[in-house]
């Protein structure tokens, strides 16, 4: 994760100074789990048969972006069965026998979490695949022609994968898994339960109207809304009256510069750069990223997103445009196009 990512409010991701806060905000169980209905309703429906059956369930795998929650549900699977739960990621499986020793410690009915999973090493995906529909890892003992393969049986657990790119997943792998599931954004409305829940369990004093105001800033993301929350908290505690009134969001996310859109410095700085010092583009994502001072991956994976989502960016075959919404977001007049009304889409 680049210094920007780490240091934004907006972004998705989880810096790990701020895991700890994060982990006191987690619901323990799936109805106190807030979004996410139809994968919450599958959900319930794979846990509840497995325990009627008295076998652990079947193999999970949870996609989506990030912040939406899938490390939580991996987490509430858990509690749900009452089993104990194994936490890893893929970046730091890199060999099989890394794989073998955590397989092989293992207790019957345990939850193994791969976060990441798509990151894992192709050794590791090749037994990976065995031990999840055989219950049984290879380990090789020696080497060259004297290496001996020796069968380890394993017993029964359930692997729950999270993935934010499911698409990097080979074929057989996520063919072991016996449900899928995929995590959307939340909508104003479940973004506000959030933040009301959150706030409950922080023990703030929060109105409503700062909850909207709060939850209408957070991208559609969970974890980016309870970042701003506490945010809000501490400009109200330091510089306010404590109580989080519509007044003190508005002030504290003017203070952290997250405009009513959700957008941050970097969003506008990619905007304005787009507008003003290229008329709208097209333009190249490396000249975009050096007119901004910033790293092409960060524009790429951080800025990139949510523009192209809320409809203030177009990715074009010549290069990144600005939408008519950015130019009005930014308080900018859109060029005129060929026939003279439509900004810049004549282009492409």
Not at 3 to 14: D, F, H, K, R, W
Not at 47 to 58: V, W
Not at 334 to 343: D, H, I, L, M, V
């Amino acid at each position: 994760m680049s210094e920007a990512e780490e240091n934004a409010l907006t972004s998705p991701e989880s810096a790990p100074p701020e895991r700890t806060a994060e982990a006191a905000l987690r619901p323990r169980r799936l109805d106190e789990f807030v979004g996410q209905k139809v994968v919450r309703d599958q959900l319930s429906l794979v846990l509840d048969a497995a325990a009627a059956r008295g076998r652990p369930p079947e193999h999970v795998l949870l996609s989506g972006p990030p912040g939406l929650g899938k490390t939580t549900l991996a987490m509430i699977i858990a509690a749900e069965l009452s089993a104990p739960l194994r936490i890893t990621s893929g970046p730091a499986i890199q060999h099989a026998g890394d794989l073998a020793a955590i397989l092989s410690s293992l207790d019957e009915g345990e939850v193994l979490f791969i976060d990441e999973i798509h990151r894992l090493a192709r050794p590791a995906e090749e037994m990976l695949y065995i031990a999840m529909e055989d219950f049984r890892v290879d380990v090789v003992v020696g080497k060259g022609v004297g290496a001996t393969s020796i069968p380890l049986d394993l017993p029964p657990f359930t692997v729950v994968g999270a993935t934010t790119r499911a698409g990097l997943l080979p074929a057989p792998l996520r063919d072991r898994f016996g449900f899928i599931g995929h995590l959307d954004f939340y909508d104003a409305s479940e973004l506000q339960e959030v933040v009301r829940r959150s706030a409950a369990r922080l023990e703030i004093d929060l109105e409503e109207s700062a909850a909207i105001e709060i939850s209408s800033r957070s991208r559609g993301t969970p974890r980016i809304a309870n970042r701003l929350l506490r945010r809000v908290r501490d400009w109200a505690q330091v510089r306010g009256s404590g109580r989080l009134d519509l007044a003190a969001a508005r002030t504290a996310l003017q203070v952290y510069e997250v405009d009513e859109r959700g957008l941050d410095r970097l969003d506008r700085a990619v905007l304005s750069a787009l507008c003003g010092r290229f008329a709208g583009g097209p333009v190249g994502l490396s000249t975009l990223a050096v007119a901004v001072g910033e790293e092409t991956e960060t524009v790429e994976t951080m800025v990139e997103p949510y523009l192209v989502r809320e409809g203030f960016l177009l990715r074009t075959p010549r290069g990144r445009a600005a939408a008519p919404a950015a130019w009005t977001h930014l308080g900018l007049e859109p060029p005129a196009g060929p026939e003279g009304s439509a900004p810049m889409l004549g282009r492409f």
